[in-house]
């Protein structure tokens, strides 16, 4: 009995040590992707802040490329008001978008503009992910607009 009690102890110690050492010597199957998933590189092409058109806005924009594929954020400091019922995150061919509209609401041009998506949230950080077919050489604003009323609520002109 006591020889049979040592030999399972003796199995289950050396399959605990064999399984330990094998962890831990074993290599990564890939390396190439381990280390593209732990090195993420950002690259800036745009930013920059807010003003107030219709509504006060405030914060900063930037566009950066990730991983092959293109992002607008929003900072923690955005904020904009909560009186949209339909607001949208866009970019716009017009550096001074404000001065190519008139206000109170500065409604904007179709043809002018793409959406990115709808707007997450009123305040704080936010990212969205810009299409592959949209050439950011195009576009020179980032806006909050409301699409129900066409009424744009800030803008950030971009610049590298």
Known sequence: M????????AVISLTYSCTTEASTTQPIANPQIASSVSSTKQQNIKSGTFVAGEHDTTGNARIFRENGKNYLELNQAFTTSNL??????????????LATTSPPAYPIKEADYVIIARLQKYSGSQRYLIPKNINLENYKSAVIWCRAFNATFGIAK???
């Open 84 to 97: 949209g019922p339909d607001l949208y995150i866009v970019i716009h061919r017009s550096s001074d978008v």
């Open 158 to 160: 971009l610049r590298s």
């Open 2 to 9: 006591k020889l049979k009690y040592l030999l399972i102890v």
